[in-house]
């Protein structure tokens, strides 16, 4: 079975992929079409699907951002990590790890 991550925001379908917009328009990335799910107006995102064409969020709230010592198992090699659309991804190799609260770039 699949796990899936709901994502807050829009999503439009391009040619191969789908471009997923943050809610208020805070980041958005695109995704391969068997990583997203799309049923009425709510979007998820398959765990472990790959992120490309990533416009990080402008603003900026990493309250509650894990710390490095959190994601080093998932994220190896560089353990920081992203939150676009409350789904928190790995900045190394951009794969969808699971849910966050707030929004925050990989700085």
Not at 3 to 22: E, N
Not at 37 to 60: C, E, F, L, M, Y
Not at 86 to 96: M, P, S, T, Y
Request: aromatic share 8%.
């Amino acid at each position: 079975m699949d796990d899936w991550l709901s994502f807050s925001g829009t999503a439009t379908k391009l040619s191969s992929t789908y471009k997923l917009t943050a809610t208020s328009g805070n980041g958005s990335l695109e995704l391969p079409i068997n990583g997203v799910r799309v049923d009425g107006g709510k979007v998820q995102i398959k765990v472990g699907s790959v992120a490309q064409n990533i416009q990080h969020p402008t603003v900026i709230d990493a309250s509650q951002k894990p710390t490095s010592a959190d994601t080093r198992a998932n994220c190896p090699g560089w353990p920081k990590t992203f939150c676009v659309g409350l789904v928190l991804f790995c900045c190394a190799n951009h794969e969808a790890l699971g849910p966050c609260f707030g929004a925050w770039d990989c700085s």
